[in-house]
C-alpha cells in the first residue's frame, strides 16, 4: 500500500471496529486485497479506488447495532441503506482531512454510494463491487463468515460459490481462490 492509503487506513480502524455486522476489519483488508489484485490487469484509476475500497463499509460504524444484525428482509435493507448514508459525512471528513480536492473527494462517496443496490456502468464503480464480492472468498473471509453464519465450510462452499462478477480479473480470480477452498475442505 502508498503511504497516503496506509493512512487512510488506520483512520478508517476504529470506525470499522465500531462495525458489528461482521469483522469489517478482516472484510476490509480482503477488499483491499482483491482490489489490488484487480487493478493489476483491469484500468481503474487507483488513486480513487484504493480510497474507495479502504473506505467503503465506514458507514456501520453508526448504524445500530439491533439493525447491523437484524435478520428480518426489511429490516436488513434498512441497515444497508444505511451504511451508505453514513458513509458520506464520515469520508468526506477523513478524505478533506488529508488534504484530498473535492473532486476527487466527490469521485470516490460516488463509487461508495454505488457498492450496493446498483448496476453501474462505470468500471470504477463496477471494480468496487467486484472486489467487495471477490472478498467473500479468500481464504480468512471464507472460514469466518462461515463461522458466523453457523455453517460448516462444505455448506458455506455451495452459498458462496454462485457469486457473480462483472470483470473477467475478478471471475479468473474467484474460481482460483474457489478451487483452493475445495481443496483444503476435501471436496474438489
Ligand atoms: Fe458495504
Ligand atoms: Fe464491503
Known sequence: ???IHNKIWQIAL?????????D?????SMVVK???LLLKKEKG????????????DTGWANV????QKAKDASRARKAMELHLQYSIPVNREILSNLGFANGEIKKIIDI????KFKNPRDLNKRLLIDADTLSDIFKEQFYSDARMYGLLPEEFYHVRKDNRFYTETAKDIFHAELNR???????A
Open 45 to 56: 484509476n487507483k488513486n480513487i479506488l484504493m480510497p474507495a475500497a479502504i473506505l467503503h
Open 1 to 3: 500500500m502508498k503511504p
Open 181 to 187: 477452498r475445495a481443496k483444503e475442505i476435501g471436496i
Open 112 to 115: 461508495i454510494l454505488s457498492h
Open 34 to 36: 482483491g482490489m489490488e
Open 64 to 67: 445500530p447495532i439491533c439493525l
Open 14 to 22: 476504529p470506525y470499522l471496529k465500531k462495525g458489528k455486522k461482521k
Open 24 to 28: 469489517f476489519v478482516l472484510h476490509t
